[in-house]
């Protein structure tokens, strides 16, 4: 007989006594976003709170209960056309608890967690479904990834090539996401997550009609990805240029015009870039991560590699600059630089364009029309091929036949074996583990089974 307890996991995520705290808190609002690999519930809280989350199974539903909690309205309709849940329901106990339960379409692993009030938001409960299918899961042998069972046959410690391609890899990044709007409108009330969405789609179909050019994209709807991931994402499609698409806000009505930024080490090249960096770096926390310890983002590496990149950076965005001349006003002649998070990968030039001023109401009304994103993403496009062209960047070899096994002395991968370690593996190739960890964009020690792995240089 199957147990109907599966997990508990308590999660007290607010002081037990802390000043001014209510005995009671309200839930304002529910949101849900839906990513390719997880759905996120948000919940508008007036105060910090303590809570519990457990699964529960015959039938499979996660269970949240509120401490001293009641709904401010009714929860708002919502369609559940997602992978993961089938319904929503709420209810009190008798010792005055809200209690919140998630009817499922399948087993998932929860995740939550507890914002705190930051800018115009306040307190938020997070709550993060998995898609990836959970070991307790009858399905997941089935579902489970190819990439893990056909890892074994293969002999780990003989160095082969990565993935060989035929074409010139584009990271296309539209800013903010989901739980995140980015700027708005004060006219229209126009977000801007999705303008400059529109506007990377258009970017993409272009990217993809250019002979030996390919996008890659790192959201392709309404939804929150951290800027770490948003890094990784390009780095794992070995991408050669890496475009974020933004489009600014300032206090000023005037303000008007597209501007390029590109990383700096040493700080902003203005106020303005100063500000804006501060302002594109807050994502993570309106979008939702509970801490940010990924060490791309928390810091610059200061190498060569680094450098090298941020010169061929402001050449990416001196060209991408000149091709946006004839699309409008510019608002800075120069490319601008400061730390942006989203900016800090060391192995491809990497630029973010503010398209223009949302907070401009004619710039606004323009954002919004399906000419100017077209014309925007035209622009874009011309600097890229510009740079392309003029740094006689090429696409790698096609790919080698599957199953060839090959290596060279430049180029090294290992594919994990089940039981290894990173520092093993280290020690095999006779590389240091940081040099490791840099090259393969990993902040701890754990790697898994069937994963590939770069060999830096000796």
């Known amino acids: 007989m199957r147990t109907t307890l599966v997990l508990v996991v308590f999660s007290f995520l607010g002081l037990i006594s802390m000043p001014g705290q209510a005995a009671s808190v309200s839930i304002q609002n529910l949101r849900m976003w839906r ?6 519930l948000v919940l508008d809280l007036s105060g910090p709170l303590n809570h519990k989350i457990f699964r529960l199974k015959n039938p499979d539903r996660i269970v949240i209960d509120i401490e001293s909690a009641s709904l401010s309205k009714p929860m708002p309709v919502m369609t559940f ?49 998995d898609h990836t299918p959970d070991a307790d899961d009858p399905e997941f042998e089935k579902d489970k990834p190819a990439a893990i069972e056909s890892a074994s046959p293969r002999e780990p410690s003989t160095p082969v090539l990565p993935p060989r ?44 009609r250019e002979p030996n050019m390919r996008a890659v994209m790192t959201r392709k709807g309404d939804y929150f990805v951290p800027l770490a991931r948003r890094v990784h994402m390009a780095q794992d499609a070995r991408a050669d240029i890496f475009i974020s698409i933004h489009a600014d806000s300032l206090p000023k009505k005037r303000a008007r015009g597209a501007s390029v930024y590109a990383l700096s080490q040493r700080g902003a090249t203005s106020r303005l870039a100063k500000r804006l960096a501060d ?14 310890k990924d060490p791309i983002v928390q810091k610059v590496l200061v190498d060569l590699n680094q450098t090298s990149t941020i010169v061929d950076s402001l050449a990416l965005g001196r060209d991408i600059l000149t091709s946006l001349k004839p699309v409008g006003d510019i608002h ?21 364009i503010e398209t223009a001023f949302i907070s401009n109401p004619s710039e606004e009304k323009r954002l919004r029309t399906h000419r100017f994103q077209r014309q925007m993403a035209q622009g874009i496009f011309s600097g890229i091929r510009r740079y392309v062209k003029r740094k006689d960047l090429r696409p790698l070899p096609r790919a080698v036949p599957s199953g060839t096994v090959r290596h060279n002395d430049e180029t090294r991968v290992h594919i994990v074996r089940r039981g290894e370690t990173l520092s093993g593996i280290a020690q095999r190739y006779g590389v240091k583990l940081q040099a490791l960890r840099v090259a393969n964009n990993i902040s701890g020690t754990s790697v898994q089974a069937g994963e590939s792995l770069q060999i830096p240089g000796l």
């Open 35 to 40: 990513a390719p690999d997880n759905t996120r």
């Open 81 to 129: 056309d997602g992978p993961i849940i089938k319904s929503i329901r709420t209810g009190h106990r008798g010792n005055g608890d809200l209690r919140i339960v998630l009817d499922l379409k399948r087993v998932t692993q929860p995740k939550s967690f507890l914002l705190k009030p930051f800018q115009s938001y306040g307190y938020r409960l997070v709550i993060d479904l």
């Open 165 to 208: 391609r035929s074409e010139i890899v584009i990271a296309i990044d539209a800013g903010h996401g989901g739980e995140d709007p980015g700027a708005i409108g004060r006219r229209y009330r126009t977000r801007e997550k999705h303008v400059v969405l529109s506007i990377a789609k258009e970017l993409k179909r272009l990217v993809d």
């Open 279 to 292: 302002q594109e770096n807050a994502s993570d926390y309106i979008g939702g991560i509970l801490e940010n």
């Open 332 to 352: 800075s002649a120069n490319v601008e630089q400061a730390g942006f998070a989203v900016l800090k990968s060391p192995f491809m030039p990497s630029v973010l």
